[in-house]
């Protein structure tokens, strides 16, 4: 068996999406509709028939073509339904010398999956390839809602208490017009988003509902005021916290109450909340908070 590069219009896409579908790491970030939205231009290395998939998401620099990791793709690398073909040490090898040789500098997320597999023969090749650990943070809802309640920390708990004073509606929002705009008034001027970036943001979330695999919710006060959203993205047993925002300006953490309503009715289900991170200390401890654990992955940087 051989590795092969595929350029984009060299990709057979049913056999691209039925390896990642089959994956027993799969990630909803390799999908080829998922990769069309957030890059330009997107090849893969791929070994066999399609038993193994590695998407390489490029773009131009001066003069040389350099891999790069888009924004709302957090965990890319390799993907298999072997486990053999996962943790064969040949195989990864062959894959980061094919990186090595084609683009001179490269910048990627590897799944938490494949990290191990990948840092040990980074070491025990000694490539030169720096690794920058990321986290994400991941929380198991097969529990009943007692007993995720119970992982609740203090703080959590005091937030929910506090909420229960008003009269906060949760329901479906059907205006992602509503959304975009608060959206970006809350946490655009912070995360310095492009026109582009936003579009992206909407793509993802339209194209989403329409394969019925996106959940767009709002918190509402008792005037119809939307005071928080959040968009769950579900990928087979995963539904990942993608967008959310909050009005700041409220006393009451009215993100705590919209994501404890959805742990509450996707209790008791096989369904791992993906909350997608952050190193940042303030975020990690929020979704901590909820009793999340850390499933990271990381960044190979050349």
Not at 7 to 36: F, G, H, Q, T
Not at 121 to 140: A, G, P, Q, Y
Not at 193 to 208: A, H
Request: with cysteine; proline share 1%.
């Amino acid at each position: 068996m051989t590795i092969k590069y595929l350029n984009n219009n060299e990709i057979n896409r049913l056999k691209w999406d039925s390896c990642l579908e089959a994956s027993i790491n799969r990630k909803v970030y390799a999908c080829s509709w998922y990769l069309d939205i957030v890059a330009k231009n997107w090849g893969a290395l791929v070994y066999g028939d399609y038993e193994l998939i590695f998407p390489i998401i490029w773009k131009n620099f001066l003069c040389f073509k350099k891999v790069y990791h888009p924004l709302f793709c957090q965990q890319l690398g390799p993907f298999s339904s072997s486990e053999k073909l996962l943790n064969n040490q040949q195989i990864l090898l062959d894959l980061l010398n094919i990186l090595d040789e084609r683009y001179r500098q490269f910048y990627f997320s590897i799944n938490s999956y494949s990290c191990v597999s990948f840092k040990n023969i980074i070491h025990d090749n000694k490539l030169s390839i720096n690794l920058l650990d990321r986290v994400n943070l991941e929380l198991d809802l097969s529990f009943n809602y007692q007993q995720l309640h119970l992982n609740y920390n203090t703080n959590t708990k005091r937030n929910l208490k506090m909420g229960a004073n008003y009269d906060f509606v949760i329901r479906d929002l059907k205006e992602l017009d509503v959304f975009m705009r608060l959206y970006k008034k809350n946490i655009g001027i912070k995360s310095n988003l492009k026109f582009s970036e936003y579009k992206t943001i909407e793509s993802l979330i339209t194209y989403s509902i329409q394969k019925k695999i996106g959940n767009l919710v709002g918190l509402y006060d008792s005037l119809g005021n939307l005071l928080a959203s959040a968009f769950f993205l579900s990928y087979f047993d995963r539904n990942i916290l993608l967008f959310n925002f909050s009005n700041k300006s409220v006393k009451v953490n009215t993100m705590t109450i919209l994501i404890d309503q959805y742990i509450f009715e996707h209790s008791s289900q096989n369904i791992i909340l993906d909350f997608e991170g952050s190193n940042m200390l303030n975020l990690k401890t929020f979704y901590k908070g909820f009793g999340a654990v850390e499933n990271n992955y990381m960044y190979m940087i050349k």
